[in-house]
Nanobody
Framework: QVQLVESGGGLVQAGGSLRLSCAAS????????MGWYRQVPGKQRELVAI???????NYADSVKGRFTISRDNAKNTVYLQMNSLKPEDTAVYYC???????????????WGQGTQVTVSS
């Protein structure tokens, strides 16, 4: 019912930048929180950054000062600007949204399909 389409991953050298985008579509009445998580093989998925519909943000300590999350509420899109990338940032990045469905107003949680970010040393 809620689809997330991610884009912007790829291969970059250490110190470089990438910008991820995630657009939400479907039958929802509101989106409260949008965020990015990442996962490497053999490890748990971890929070990278989240932003609520008031613009309040929260970042993992490992990305503070390097990554910036933002959202365009009119486009139901969240962005992750990643600067000064390090090899340890290599992971599959997943978009996540929380909100309420239309008609029923039931809460939902939705995940994107993931986009690979690889940072070479």
């Amino acid at each position: 019912q809620v689809q997330l389409v991610e884009s912007g991953g790829g291969l970059v050298q250490a110190g470089g930048s990438l910008r991820l985008s995630c657009a939400a579509s479907g039958s929802f009445s509101s989106i409260t929180v949008m965020g990015w998580y990442r996962q490497v093989p053999g490890k748990q998925r971890e929070l990278v950054a989240i932003i609520n519909n008031s613009g309040t943000t929260n970042y993992a300590d490992s990305v503070k000062g390097r990554f910036t999350i933002s959202r365009d509420n009119a486009k139901n899109t969240v962005y992750l600007q990643m600067n000064s990338l390090k090899p340890e940032d290599t992971a599959v990045y997943y978009c996540n949204t929380l909100g309420k469905l239309s008609v029923t107003y039931r809460p939902f949680v939705s995940w994107g399909q993931g986009t690979q970010v690889t940072v070479s040393s």
